[in-house]
């Protein structure tokens, strides 16, 4: 398989382990870039300047499980919101989506900056209220000490950064799919996307 697969949503919409499943079921390779972000914003947090760190940025710097943390989370956010450090990355990210066999990329921008031309965009979101109760359980899961009002304000928060930010703003792609998460159980949701890629692609069907 060949294509080419945009996944674009806000923070704890279900993009990721969405993103992942169709990859496996396609059998093709998958970046999650919000962990190019984070692992610059996690560099920035130990007293790096963000572009240079951009530019040092190794494959191998995406695999630490620190890189989860809402910390972290935040950090990458705030670096993510500048064009020198969005501009670096941008050709990290347009490499592996050229790799043999096709790949599928989510993000904020995948649909439309990073990959305007992908087969098939899916624009994955949920209310702000329930991504907040996900991430409060993750959270509570990893041991934090946090409360729902605090995530949700984070939530929002971030929303409103990612929405407002000058260099690639979070907004679905004109021709996006829109899958909202909100009501939907994750394999439900997976269902959908899968549905989603087939429709447009349906020789594609595994």
Known sequence: MSLLI??????????????????????????????????????????????????????????????????VAQAASKVAALPEV???????????????????????????????DADVKLFITASAEVRADRRYKELLDSGAKTSLEQVLADVIARDARDRSRSAAPLVAAKDAVLIDTSDLSLSAAIAQAVAAVEKDHPHEKS
Request: a positive charge.
């Open 6 to 71: 945009a996944i674009d949503g806000p923070a704890a919409a279900g993009k990721g382990s969405i993103s992942r499943a169709i990859a496996k079921h396609f059998g093709m390779a998958h970046l999650d870039t919000g962990l190019l972000y984070r692992a610059v914003g996690a560099q920035v947090l130990q007293g790096a300047e963000p572009l240079q760190a951009a530019q040092q940025l190794q494959a191998e710097d995406l695999n630490a499980l620190a890189l989860r943390n809402d910390t």
């Open 86 to 116: 969005r501009a670096e990355l941008v050709e990290f990210q347009r490499r592996f989506a050229r790799r043999t066999g096709g790949a599928v990329l989510d993000g904020r921008d995948i649909g439309t900056v990073i990959l305007p």
